[in-house]
């Protein structure tokens, strides 16, 4: 077999990817009759996506890593040895505060003379001396591999089809998200065996005073299963834009169908409309976006055109034959910053002149283009990753079965979001990924509150998702594009074992409130010490400036060092994003533990649950087991993570960059983040804001030293603030949703009262002509002047019925009068005729 990467990779990939569509088509057609009551459709959803986990195994173990060289170990590699924190002092490349936060003159380059340039040039001098040194700040262009299996249509410049691009985050994200949904495949054959009774009986639905009976839909569950892991896996390994939107809606069209998975219920119902519309929100922003790079870049396509071999294919003269959007954005003529091109700057003119002759001048035209095209994006990314204001349907997302939140929540529809943002990361403007660190500080903060005071199990770690993808869109809005997708991939599997837990939990008491639960670690202890691996994971435990720890240990922590660096950069207002960063990781300790003594320690608040409690079966545990032990060690320096994500680092951003709308927004370098400085002290924040949250917990939910109805009571305002999430689903009701229903209202009493009284009246005038011209025209004179003539007719037949006397005289003597009658009549005819 050819293991050449530029051949080998698309085969293997897009086998994994259409596996799953595979399955999906088979159970569609022929699910019911897969074993008694469609049983076997798991196994064969399963075994679809089992296969699509091995293929992309194989491409990242036997493919990809023997033919791409890992980086050098450096910075990328937190809290492993030999990083910047045992560097002497002194040393050329070592980073302190002063250098930091000194401006450095303005460097000379080959693009220097540029007026829209990008590029932190107060960081210039200091990034390109280290990357001379250690050759990772104005880091290479990451090797990918680009190419087309299907070509939709052309419409002049502008190509649509259905392509690939494939570098080291798309193979990594392909081995994530199969091997998460190979998990919750297999966990969920247990978890669903309810839906495999025929009829199935739901209790919470009453239909006419009894409980909703209805055939098992266990087929369909695996269908839609595998239609969205099939739509995730598009979207990973889209080549273009116009793709990633096609599954992108097909992913929102899955996440609606299994929301709504038990659709009889109103909850459900309106759970899986409200993530659908929420959604549709984020995408107008998102095809604004697009629209904006398509119209003035007139590609879609992320990379350049290649040969059979991976090279990219040149023009006679040695330009790009067919440029995608990231080189034209970040050219090597310009050093790889991020500088709008000419068709971007003529495109801004040509809609706004007179402002965009101004920015000319002042040298910032094409950048509001840009930033209008990255914030579009960005919008759809809100929308996915349910991130501040459109943060509300995630929570609501819960009344879907278990094993969908797992998968949501860790490996595909939020994590799209992200993963976006980090794949379209060389077109975000400083000025955008300041409003996606915004976005993503103000997410994390708002989600870390709520969940304090939830007691619904599943909706404490639904706030606690919405919260980590705050943290990640904060990293990627502050320069660490490493921290922001490393955090992605360490949340993907804790994520997914903490819901799987709180399934497994679910399915053992029958409930999803923890006040109802209590003391359940001796009767499930699998699922209980599973879980407390997932919390620790989830808070970052780990031993400070050690290679010891659990996957959000290193995570976590390289989140809080980007966004000190950045506020040691930038100053003043900036600090906010690491207070509220810290502040979060304290909360994420204190909800997460809060969770965990609520329901396995202390005594049963509920003895008839308890009672009935027991551990799952092992086909539910294997899975969290194996889950666990990727939530211990996936982020391990010795597994390399981050050297193969740092192979994927977009050309260009590891330097960081300084704003031109805003002159003194700088975004640092991440391996500056490395500094020892900045280690100890994130290191210690993190590790401390940690401990005081795990503390308290156990102080209130562990020890019971303080009560915690008369910690409510005290705080009574801001709990009843926090329990009622910010109101923002009432201000929503009000802002919107009443507005809506009331116009909609209107409208109905407008079309009721005017649009339908002027349509009947209208009716009634016809149908008054209408019985007028019958009356007058139709009944008394056609109809008059017919049924005269039939009178007539009808008379005249009886006068000559009356010739029918059956007398054969009389008849001798008719044929006699009449002969003599025609022929005195012809006589006379002849006479005068002829005389």
């Not at 193979?171 to 199935?200: N, R």
């Not at 971007?344 to 040509?350: D, F, H, S, Y």
């Not at 976006?420 to 409003?435: D, H, I, K, W």
Request: proline share 5%; charged share 10%.
């Amino acid at each position: 077999m050819d293991l050449t990467p530029a051949t080998a990779l698309p085969k293997l990939l897009a086998a994994a990817w259409l596996l799953p569509l595979a399955s999906f088509v088979v159970i569609l057609f022929i699910g019911k009759r897969l074993g008694p009551h469609g049983k076997w459709a798991g196994y064969v959803a399963s075994g679809a996506i089992v296969s699509a986990f091995l293929l992309s195994f194989t491409a990242m173990f036997i493919v990809w890593l023997p033919n791409h060289e890992l980086p050098v170990a450096h910075h990328g590699d937190h809290h492993e040895e030999g990083d910047h924190y045992d560097a002497p002092a002194g040393a050329d490349h070592h980073h302190d505060s002063a250098m930091i936060g000194e401006p450095a003159p303005l460097a000379s380059h080959a693009a220097t003379d540029s007026p829209f340039q990008l590029v932190a040039l107060q960081e210039e001098s200091h990034a390109d001396e280290h990357a001379a040194a250690e050759g990772h700040a104005a880091n290479p262009p990451p090797t990918y591999y680009f190419g087309d299996w299907y070509a939709l249509g052309q419409f002049g410049n502008l190509k649509l089809t259905i392509g690939y691009y494939i570098d080291a985050l798309t193979v990594t994200m392909f081995c994530m998200v199969t091997l998460i949904a190979s998990c919750v495949h297999i966990y969920a054959t247990g978890y669903m065996h309810d839906e495999l009774h025929d009829p199935y009986h739901d209790h919470e639905v009453i239909v006419h005073g009894h409980h909703l009976s209805r055939p098992g839909r266990f087929h369909r569950f695996f269908q839609y299963l595998s239609l969205f892991c099939f739509s995730m896996l598009g979207i990973v390994i889209a080549g273009n834009v116009a793709m990633v939107f096609v599954f992108w809606e097909l992913v929102g069209i899955c996440s609606y169908f299994l929301i709504g998975f038990y659709f009889e219920r109103h909850s459900a119902s309106t759970a899986a409309n409200k993530a659908f519309i929420v959604n549709r929100v984020g995408d107008f922003g998102m095809l604004i976006g697009m629209m904006a790079l398509w119209a003035s870049l007139g590609t879609f396509a992320f990379g350049d055109k290649q040969d059979a071999k991976g090279q990219t294919l040149l023009t006679d003269s040695g330009a790009i034959a067919e440029p995608g959007i990231f080189s034209q954005l970040r050219t090597a003529e310009n050093g790889y910053r991020l500088v709008p091109p000419a068709s971007m700057i003529a495109e801004e003119t040509r809609q706004q002149p007179a402002i965009e002759a101004e920015d000319a001048a002042a040298g910032k035209a094409g950048h509001w283009l840009l930033l209008v095209a990255g914030v579009g994006i960005f919008c759809g990314c809100v929308g996915k990753s349910a991130q501040f204001p459109l943060h509300v349907w995630l929570p609501d997302a819960m009344e879907g079965p278990t094993p969908v939140s797992a998968l949501v929540h860790s490996a595909t529809m939020v994590a799209a979001g992200v993963y976006l943002v980090g794949r379209f990361y060389p077109a975000f403007s400083p000025e955008a990924l300041l409003v996606i660190a915004i976005i993503g500080c103000i997410t994390l903060s708002l989600a870390a509150t709520i969940a304090i005071t939830a007691t619904d199990i599943k909706r404490v770690l639904a706030y606690s998702t919405v919260s980590q993808l705050g943290y990640m869109m904060l990293a990627l809005g502050l320069g660490g594009w490493i921290a922001g997708l490393f955090h992605l991939i360490t949340h993907a599997f804790f994520k997914s074992l903490l819901f799987m837990c709180s399934g497994s939990v679910i399915h053992a008491v029958h409930t999803n409130d923890m006040t109802e639960m209590g003391g359940l670690r001796k009767k499930m202890p699998i699922t209980a010490y599973t879980m407390l691996i997932g919390c620790l994971a989830i808070i970052g435990a780990g031993v400070p400036l050690t290679p010891i720890g659990f996957s959000g240990y290193f995570s976590k922590d390289s989140i809080i060092e980007q966004a000190w660096s950045h506020a040691q950069t930038n100053g003043g207002g900036y600090w906010i994003f690491l207070v509220m960063a810290v502040l979060g990781a304290s909360m994420t300790a204190f909800y997460m533990f809060r969770l965990w003594f609520m329901t396995f320690t202390g005594a049963p608040r509920d003895h008839h649950k308890y009672d009935h409690a027991h551990e799952s079966p092992r086909v539910m545990t294997w899975p969290l087991i194996l889950l666990a032990t990727f939530a211990i060690a996936v982020a391990w320096p010795a597994f390399n993570l981050t050297r193969v994500l740092e192979q994927a680092q977009p050309v260009g951003t590891a330097a960081g960059g300084s704003g031109m709308l805003i002159d003194d927004l700088v975004v640092p370098a991440e391996h500056l983040s490395h500094a020892p400085d900045i280690k100890l002290r994130a290191g210690l924040a993190a590790f401390g804001s940690a401990l005081i949250g795990v503390f308290g917990a156990a102080v209130v939910y562990l020890w019971g030293y303080l009560n915690p109805n008369e910690i409510k009571q005290t705080f009574k305002p801001v709990y009843t603030l926090l329990w009622n999430k910010w109101y923002f689903d009432q201000l929503y009701n009000v802002l919107f949703i009443r507005p809506a229903l009331f116009i909609g209202k209107q409208i109905a009493l407008f079309d009721r009262g005017v649009i339908d009284w002027f349509l009947h009246s209208c009716a009634w005038v016809c149908r008054g002509v209408a019985g007028i011209f019958s009356t007058v025209f139709d009944r008394t004179l056609v109809d008059g002047t017919v049924n005269t003539l039939a009178n007539w007719t009808w008379d005249f037949g009886l006068l000559l019925r009356n010739l029918q006397t059956g007398n054969l005289r009389q008849y001798v003597f008719f044929i006699v009068t009449g002969t003599v009658f025609m022929f005195v009549t012809a006589s006379v005819v002849r006479f005068f005729a002829f005389s």
